[in-house]
């Protein structure tokens, strides 16, 4: 059981199974902090820092007392209308799952909140999945941090463990024939490394007061 230290920073990551919040969750280790992963399913860990939490996303009441002394959640959850089976579902995971743990964080006073959406969010948005990225943004904005970063990434480059192949068609072909192309204020929609996104999350965690959209520009590494 995690012992919280109201005198260091405390971290949360939501959706550290997924290629984004695995990759958070082993750079917060490996830079000697405690991490509480909040997961769907019963998991393990070998490590002194990683504590493994099993929560019922569609139950407010099993994750709450969660958030409860951390200084920095970070919520990557996300799915895609095809493994979530319909936009309905889709909707729950994207929306729905990350306004409850937005919500809990904010209520447990947690200071600093990042999250991660999409390049193009937008509620007004014709497209489905661009118009659920920016219902969760607006719906989160409206809740009490000191420090609320929200980021926009382009196509995410790296592995999961499950095959998508748009996607992996994607990340062969973008980075070397599309990105390119992208140049000025078009930078925003190249592709980002996974790695790069989550040690930028880890990075920028707190510095600003206030909201803060984070764009290509800010997450690209040397």
Not at 77 to 96: C, M, Y
Not at 154 to 160: D, Q, S, V
Request: proline content about 2%.
């Amino acid at each position: 059981m995690l012992e919280v230290n109201s005198s260091q920073r405390n971290y949360l990551v939501a959706g550290s199974t997924g290629l984004i919040g695995n990759l958070l969750t082993e750079q917060l280790v490996k830079s000697n902090n405690k991490v509480i992963a909040l997961t769907r399913h019963e998991l393990s860990s070998n490590n002194d820092l990683l504590f493994f939490q099993k929560i019922d996303f569609e139950n407010e009441e099993s994750f709450k007392d969660k958030f409860i002394g951390i200084s920095d959640a970070f919520i990557c959850l996300g799915s895609t209308i095809k493994k979530a089976g319909s936009q309905e579902n889709f909707r729950k995971i994207d929306v729905d799952y990350c306004f409850s743990l937005a919500k809990a964080a904010s209520m447990a006073k947690v200071p600093n909140l990042s999250i991660v959406t999409s390049i193009g969010a937008d509620s007004g948005s014709n497209n489905f999945y661009l118009k659920c990225k920016g219902e969760i943004e607006d719906k989160i904005s409206e809740l009490d941090f000191k420090s609320l970063s929200i980021y926009r990434p382009g196509l995410l480059i790296g592995a999961r463990e499950e095959k998508r192949l748009g996607e992996s068609v994607g990340q062969l072909l973008q980075p070397w024939l599309i990105d390119p192309l992208l140049r000025g204020s078009a930078n925003k929609y190249r592709s980002v490394k996974g790695i790069d996104l989550a040690n930028s999350l880890m990075e920028y965690s707190g510095k600003q007061q206030g909201k803060k959209f984070y764009y290509f520009e800010d997450l690209i590494r040397s």
